[in-house]
């Protein structure tokens, strides 16, 4: 990946020596969507998963899930795609929404993931020039960040990125409180700011509290292989019913945000970590096979965590 690489190696040495700092749905959230992705692969993709990987990622996808954000400002044509803005509006159009500034077409997070899961099903064949080591880290990104209800935003404020507020005494906006500031005051509160137990409270809570409801994450209506627009409009939906929700500017958020808004983020990462293992799950289940993945006899996440608690009995 030339270039790329040494920013990767950079990355990790800080990923390493400072875990974790807090950057955009911050490292600290892709790092958890793609750590429980990850108990989700099935066979082919774990194999082919280790195979896309830089060196540098130690075999592990969850290290490199920032890497879209490292990159952000050198490759500047990928910096609109990490989100999606509407036009005031609590839903989204893929042909009213999902274009850049300069009005083109297919330029946001969910023409990303679209695009980059076309590009990774050439795997294993003609992959025509893609270089689908940067197609898996970008797509692993993008899941990450269209489940993050602002990366679904008003147009106006820039998915709150505008809306100066304060968290507790801390002045942030509205985007960040969202990306980073929720994540660690949970960590700090209630998980002994230990990322890996934050990691396993909201599993057990995928294989208890939501199992009954991971078949409905799974699939969408319509033909898509990637579900992306279904995750967009839930995004946008409950950006309107909690994140902006009884919020102003210079509001100060407190107890009361914290506690009715972190439910939401936590269901949102679950549900980002068990797409993302669908997704590619079906890229790799045939990489040959394009168009109605519908059809493919491949196992589901849902019958995946059936599978791994019989084993565990
Ligand atoms: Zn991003």
Avoid at 229 to 252: G, M, R
């Amino acid at each position: 990946m030339g270039l790329p690489v040494i920013l990767l190696r950079i990355f990790l040495l800080l990923a390493i020596t400072m875990v974790p700092i807090s950057d955009a749905w911050g490292k600290e959230g892709h790092f958890m969507v793609c750590k429980i992705a990850e108990n989700y692969f099935s066979d082919r993709t774990s194999t082919a998963v280790s195979e896309l990987l830089p060196a540098d990622a130690g075999g592990d996808l969850a290290s490199v899930c920032s890497w879209a954000d490292e990159v952000r400002f050198r490759y500047r044509w990928s910096s609109p795609l990490h989100y999606i803005n509407t036009p005031g509006v609590c839903n989204y159009k893929y042909s009213r929404d999902c274009h850049n500034a300069k009005g083109e077409k297919d330029m946001c997070v969910v023409g990303a993931i679209n695009n980059y899961t076309t590009q990774l099903q050439s795997y294993g064949g003609d992959s025509s020039g893609y270089d689908l080591s940067e197609s898996l880290l970008f797509l692993a990104h993008f899941v990450g960040d269209v489940h993050q209800p602002l990366h679904v935003g008003f147009q106006v404020d820039e998915g709150g990125n505008t809306i100066i507020v304060h968290w507790y005494r801390r002045k942030t906006n509205l985007h960040h409180v969202w990306d980073v500031n929720m994540i660690e005051t949970a960590m700090k509160d209630f998980y002994n700011n230990d990322l890996n137990s934050m990691i396993e409270a909201i599993q057990m809570n995928i294989t208890e509290t939501w199992a009954g409801e991971i078949h409905q994450w799974e699939t969408c209506r319509g033909r898509s292989v990637t579900c992306a627009d279904k995750f967009a409009s839930e995004s946008i939906q409950l950006a309107c019913d909690y994140a902006y929700q009884d919020v102003e500017e210079d509001s100060t958020l407190e107890d009361d945000y914290f506690y009715s808004r972190l439910p939401v983020l936590e269901k949102r990462i679950a549900q980002a970590g068990v797409r993302l293992a669908t997704i590619l799950n079906r890229i790799f289940y045939d990489s040959s096979a394009s168009g109605n993945l519908n059809d493919l006899l491949l196992k589901s996440v849902v019958e995946i965590i059936e599978a791994n608690t019989i084993s565990a009995k």
